[in-house]
């Protein structure tokens, strides 16, 4: 929340609590192109800058949230979502992670099916191999 305070300068912000209330809520969800890893509105980036002030400015043209949201999207591609939409093309990123687990247990699963047995499966000796193991530990006692 602090670095919030920081990002959005006081020139930025609307006059009309309920459109900046607005703008905060839609900006949250917006990644800043540059950092990547925040919102636009934690970001101090100039580029992010420049997101906040077209978002605040749609907002206060009279675009709905949806429109608003949408014409960033549209400007920016869709890799300026924070939490990208379920479809074909973000498969990967959605259900990646559960299958790679699901790789690396199926693939575990089947080294462990594919071990040589141990020696505790192995067949007891015949009573020759049996007598001359007990004649090579007798002269090795000596």
């Known amino acids: 929340m ?6 959005v300068e006081p020139s930025e912000r609307l006059a009309d609590p309920n459109l ?11 990644r800043c192109l540059v950092c990547q890893n925040e919102s636009i509105e934690d970001s101090n980036a100039s580029l992010a800058h420049d997101i906040r002030v077209l978002l605040r400015q749609l907002l206060a043209h009279g675009d709905t949230d949806a429109e608003a ?13 924070l939490k990208p939409p379920v479809q074909p093309a ?4 959605w259900f990646g992670p559960v299958a790679m687990l699901l790789l690396g247990f199926a693939a575990i699963v089947l080294w462990l099916r594919r071990r040589p047995a141990t020696n505790a499966s192995a067949a007891p000796l015949s009573p020759q ?4 193991l007990d004649t090579m530990l007798r002269e090795a006692d000596r």
């Open 69 to 81: 949201r949408q014409a960033i999207v549209a400007r920016y591609g869709e890799f300026v979502l």
């Open 20 to 30: 900046e209330a607005r703008a905060v809520a839609i900006g949250a969800t917006l």
């Open 129 to 132: 191999e049996q007598s001359r």
């Open 90 to 93: 973000t498969y990967v990123l």
């Open 2 to 7: 602090v670095a919030r305070a920081f990002a």
